[in-house]
Nanobody, 126 residues
Framework: QVQPVESGGGLVQAGDSLRLSCAAS????????MGWFRQAPGKEREFVAA????????SYADSVKGRFVISRDNAKNAVYLRMNSLKPEDTAVYYC???????????????????WGQGTQVTVSS
């Protein structure tokens, strides 16, 4: 079992970059695929990015592809989301999430994931 805890959110201007971090407790972090989702006011929580347990496979929502990069450091029990060229429409609460997974698998459906953090707010001003 892991418990994700997000950090790194804040208020930035359009075009800026930001890196979110997610620290996950537990001794078996490397057996979990990880993901980032976001939820804007009045909207459903949506997939942003995912990474396989070893970090070799990643997947992205079309809306962030080419701008966001997900990575992980299993030695530190951490996953990151580097967000570049931020837009006002990226404003949302960002959630880190985890699921026990097979090697190489990534997941993009909310229901695939078992463990969720409390979220960190990202606000992009125009």
């Amino acid at each position: 079992q892991v418990q994700p805890v997000e950090s790194g959110g804040g208020l930035v201007q359009a075009g800026d970059s930001l890196r979110l971090s997610c620290a996950a407790s537990g001794s078996t972090f490397s057996t979990y695929a990880m993901g980032w989702f976001r939820q804007a006011p009045g909207k459903e929580r949506e997939f942003v990015a995912a990474i396989s347990r070893g970090g070799g496979n990643t997947s992205y929502a079309d809306s962030v592809k080419g701008r966001f990069v997900i990575s992980r450091d299993n030695a530190k029990n951490a996953v990151y989301l580097r967000m570049n060229s931020l837009k006002p429409e990226d404003t949302a609460v960002y959630y880190c999430t985890a699921v026990r997974a097979k090697v190489g698998d990534t997941y993009f459906r909310r229901d695939d994931y078992d463990y969720w953090g409390q979220g960190t707010q990202v606000t992009v001003s125009s």
